[in-house]
């Protein structure tokens, strides 16, 4: 009875892409929520779902649109991912005009975006095919080789491509920060595209789970002092944050 109650889960879960603990307590209202979490846990550990804060989403769903190394990513810190993702989803305004970049954290904010009228500027493919699922947002995907470990595409004619976009937000998830080094990332390209993009934003919002710190990658894009807002998790540092407030940066 318990395994054919967790496959009638997994099932669910892929058919729907993504539900929540309310969503799946419809589905078996004699069961706790405790044991539909305990379920959730032993299907991640068969890789079958990925845990998202309050509920999970489907690893075929996420495998539609990336290749392994980005799917499996996706199912690293999620917890701390969505909890950004949240956070910033919620900055996001009708009207306003964006840029978003390819990383897991910034495809749990496409997910977790607002279906509002807006235009969304991104380099990521699985990013560019979440927002499609939304009527109102207008998309751009920036063209350019294809870096396959992450599904995005950057361009030496990058800076030709955006010489006449404005952008009030540019939304950037770093893959590695130190004090000493910065926000910094694996490809010379996307790093040349993410300081042009840093440039034309009016606002930039720097997306960094915690595990990220006291990484460096080989490419730094973006200073602290580069930044307006700086979006992370729960278990972020204190000492850390009270640097970035010193800078009159904000710290969510």
Avoid: W
């Avoid at 950057?154 to 030709?160: M, T, W």
Wanted: contains cysteine.
């Amino acid at each position: 009875m318990k395994r054919e109650r967790i496959e009638k889960i997994a099932d669910l879960i892929d058919k729907r892409g993504k539900l929540s603990l309310r969503q799946l307590g419809e589905y078996f209202p004699r069961v706790s929520q405790m044991t539909l979490r305990r379920d959730l846990f032993l299907l991640e550990e068969e890789g079958k779902i990925i845990r998202v804060r309050g509920g999970a989403m489907s690893v075929k769903d996420v495998q539609k649109t990336s290749g392994e190394p980005y799917t499996k990513k996706t199912t690293i810190h999620t917890d701390e991912k969505i909890v950004i993702a949240q956070k910033a989803a919620a900055l996001i305004d009708q009207g306003a005009s964006i840029f978003i970049d390819a990383g897991t954290t910034a495809l749990y904010l496409a997910k977790e975006m607002p279906d509002v009228p807006c235009n969304v500027f991104t380099n990521g493919l699985a990013v560019a095919t979440e927002l499609c699922k939304k009527k109102n947002v207008m998309v751009n995907l920036l063209g350019g080789p294809l870096i396959k470990e992450n599904l995005s595409t950057a361009s030496s004619l990058s800076s030709i491509y955006f010489a006449d976009m404005n952008f009030e937000l540019a939304i950037i998830s770093a893959a590695a920060f130190t004090p000493e080094s910065g926000f910094s990332c694996g490809s010379q390209m996307e790093a040349d595209l993410f300081k042009i993009i840093c440039k034309k934003a009016k606002f930039t919002y720097m997306m960094l789970d915690s595990s990220k710190i006291g990484k460096i990658k080989p490419y730094t894009f973006a200073r602290a002092e580069d930044i307006n807002v700086l979006i992370t998790d729960d278990v972020f540092p204190e000492g850390l944050k009270d640097d970035f407030k010193a800078k009159n940066i904000v710290v969510m």
